[in-house]
């Protein structure tokens, strides 16, 4: 994502000069956490990761690059960055069977599955969101009006989001030790 002076993504007090650390990584990392706990297929043991800072005004990072060993033993690579000369947002998930790739922000959204020895699927997509968020409040009236918690806003999976970013942030600081994750 290019995050620029001026644009709606730095424009707050609090982004600007961010009292915590991670600046606009955690604060925006934490969003794409929460997608990809949804989707791996379990949680993460250890991280390696590298920050950089491109854009001063992005402190204290902009940029991180990490690899991942999760407790079923898969692997796989997270790249985020504000200071790109683009948007791009971008999930692939890999598997002996075939691939799912996930474009959002394109001309237009979409997912594609490779199976082997198939053509690819494409279906496309936009404003879904829109539609989801619109969804989780709903559900969020809901729990509420029913007095039923909604397991998917468990305080937990939100401190897991942030654990993972901090895990990050701070293999980052290190050189790119291996750290522990703990969920």
Known sequence: MDVNLGGKYIETEWRKTPQYQGGL?????????????????????????FTRL???????????HSSWLL??????????????????HEIELMGQEG?????????????????????????????????AI?????????AIKEGKKDPRGDPMEALADLTAIESILQSGANGGQPIAAKF
Not at 71 to 88: K, L, Q, V
Not at 102 to 125: A, C, M, N, W
């Open 25 to 49: 990584l955690l604060d925006g990392g934490v969003h794409m956490m929460a997608g990809l706990r949804k989707i791996l297929p379990s949680k993460p043991a250890r991280i390696t990761a």
């Open 134 to 142: 619109a969804g989780e409040f709903e559900e969020f009236a809901k």
């Open 71 to 88: 407790e079923d033993g898969s692997t796989g690579a997270i790249s985020i960055s504000f200071a790109s000369s683009g948007y791009r």
């Open 99 to 131: 691939s799912i790739v996930v474009k959002i922000g394109y001309p237009e959204s979409s997912v594609t599955l490779h199976k082997r020895k198939q053509d690819p699927e494409v279906k496309g997509f936009n404003n879904d969101n829109k539609i």
């Open 54 to 64: 491109n854009r001063e005004f992005l402190l204290p990072h902009d940029t991180i």
